[in-house]
């Protein structure tokens, strides 16, 4: 986390030093949005060394699907119940504007640039369980550029099928799944062209920078008190880094006897992917997406970058928390 932060410092640097452009920040937005978080499902469902397919083969299909929609059915309640539940916490909110940022961020984690490192690391980088994170991220991305789209502009009509379609971060989950399922015409596998994996791995590994980059220049944009003294902020951030992932843990506790025999080595990350991704800081997307279609900026950036700051404590100790409820050693 104190890595992540300090990916903030030379975006605020440059911006301090009036080294950027008036457009750079929309410019960087655009390329986490539609080339960075794309690449992150390619790399997830697409790119394995010859020991990950392995794990990945050992569990049958029928049954790796049934895990998948487990993960895939405890994500949707989980954020659609925390949506439901902001709507009712801030139903009298005048302030709609910065009432649907908080909105946004209580809802939407950092589930793909913090939560894919997590499970890694508690896991020895088992594909299996990076990829039940990723199928909460396919859940995330749909609802992100559908209903986090009307949270940030306020508006329906942004949402229109066609910008669904063919939006990158949707377009590449679907091509993503199809190639897992289909390895035969997965090319990123082939031993031939072993070359192209380097494209979208980098891709993938530039999120975190970037989204952080992009910070450092709002927070260099926005000023201290701005920043840090709107109570809103604070009560986004108690839902997003407390409430949600135990909210999250409640819902996936009916699942939790269904996976059944040869489900597979870390198994029961089927259903705690979901309640590790929903554990981590605000969506970093939430400041992309603000400066992409004209949202609140300076309330996305005090939202994402204090409650950020706050997490570094939070994480590990719900983390931790959960684990022991679960019955599970770190």
Known sequence: MAVLVAFAVPGF??????MLGEGATLTLSNLLLYVCQPALAIKAFCIFSEEQWQTVQSVETPVLLKNFGIT???????????????KLIFIKSKNKSRTNVYSFVAVFSNCGFLGIPFIEMFTDGNALA???????????????????????????KDIR??????????????????FFFVPQINFFMFEEVAELRIFPQYLAYMTAPLSMFIVGIRIAETPVKQLFCQKGVYLAG????????????LIS????????SGAG????????APIIAMTMSPAA???????????????ATSAFVTNTLISVVTIPLVIMAIYAICGITI
Do not use: H, Q
């Open 161 to 178: 099928l066609k910008k669904l379609i063919c939006n990158p971060a949707i377009i590449s989950n679907i091509v993503a799944i199809i």
């Open 265 to 272: 080595i870390y198994s029961e990350y089927v259903y705690l």
């Open 130 to 156: 990076v990829m039940y994170i990723m199928v909460f991220n396919v859940v995330f991305n749909i609802l992100c550029w559908t209903l986090g789209v009307v949270l940030i502009t306020g508006n329906f």
């Open 238 to 249: 108690g839902l997003r880094l407390i409430v949600a992932p135990f909210l999250t843990l």
């Open 285 to 299: 997307s939430v400041v992309a997406m603000a400066e992409s279609f004209n949202g609140d900026k300076e309330t």
């Open 253 to 260: 506790l009916p699942f939790w006897g269904l996976l059944g």
């Open 72 to 86: 895939l059915a405890i994500s949707v309640l989980a954020l659609g119940l925390m949506f439901a539940l902001c």
């Open 13 to 18: 640097a440059l911006k301090k030093l009036k």
